[in-house]
T-cell receptor, first 114, second 113 residues
Framework: DTEVTQTPKHLVMGMTNKKSLKCEQHMGHRAMYWYKQKAKKPPELMFVYSYEKLSINESVPSRFSPECPNSSLLNLHLHALQPEDSALYLC?????????????FGAGTRLSVL | AQSVTQPDIHITVSEGASLELRCNYSYGATPYLFWYVQSPGQGLQLLLKYFSGDTLVQGIKGFEAEFKRSQSSFNLRKPSVHWSDAAEYFCAVQTYNTDKLIFGTGTRLQVFP
């Protein structure tokens, strides 16, 4: 089973709202990722967690706040977003750090910021 | 810096025709190479990967890809395309010591009956 589950599938929020995206995997993977994908563009890496510690932050604005409560769960907390943050947010996981690790992606959360 | 180029933004083929999607990478050593497919509004599904060894790799759904070091290429092929293959295809490269996947800009495949 190579399933990464993301909830919700769709989310609409105002610029003053606080919401969270959730990602879960039960493959025993120790690395988890958040990507942002705008329409007709490739995914862009936002954050990497390795062994529940933040290892990469690609200079993402502080209105995006990741959290890894345990090795199976990854959250992305959203606050005071802008309309340009509307995108597909993808979560991925892999066995470990470094190269030669296959990243398995979830179906994504489609976020619209009004 | 590492980069991936997919020269074809959009390709249209007839069902049953053969397919080749191009991918070129820029990296000083042999990278790890991947092809992912994305249906509209969906996540990315891994089609195949190359780490080392045999330069012709087989993947799911009848796809294969060939790594050519001399051309820094990793082209994706399928001998006979099905209508369900219509999707966005991304080539990606990963260096040996990082978690980062660097994606190409993608190729949108349209299949006509």
């Amino acid at each position: 089973d190579t399933e990464v589950t993301q909830t919700p599938k769709h989310l609409v929020m105002g610029m003053t709202n606080k919401k969270s995206l959730k990602c879960e995997q039960h493959m025993g993977h120790r690395a988890m990722y958040w990507y942002k994908q705008k329409a007709k563009k490739p995914p862009e890496l936002m954050f990497v967690y390795s062994y529940e510690k933040l290892s990469i932050n690609e200079s993402v604005p502080s209105r995006f706040s990741p959290e890894c409560p345990n090795s199976s769960l990854l959250n992305l907390h959203l606050h005071a977003l802008q309309p340009e943050d509307s995108a597909l947010y993808l979560c991925a996981s892999s066995q470990g750090e470094g190269g030669k690790n296959i990243q398995y992606f979830g179906a994504g959360t489609r976020l619209s910021v009004l | 810096a590492q980069s991936v180029t997919q020269p074809d933004i959009h390709i249209t083929v007839s069902e049953g025709a053969s397919l080749e999607l191009r991918c070129n990478y820029s990296y000083g050593a042999t990278p790890y190479l991947f092809w992912y497919v994305q249906s509209p509004g969906q996540g990315l599904q891994l089609l195949l990967k190359y780490f080392s060894g045999d330069t012709l790799v087989q993947g799911i759904k009848g796809f294969e890809a060939e790594f050519k070091r001399s051309q820094s290429s990793f082209n994706l092929r399928k001998p006979s395309v099905h209508w369900s293959d219509a999707a966005e295809y991304f080539c990606a490269v990963q260096t040996y010591n990082t978690d980062k996947l660097i994606f190409g800009t993608g190729t949108r495949l349209q299949v006509f009956p």
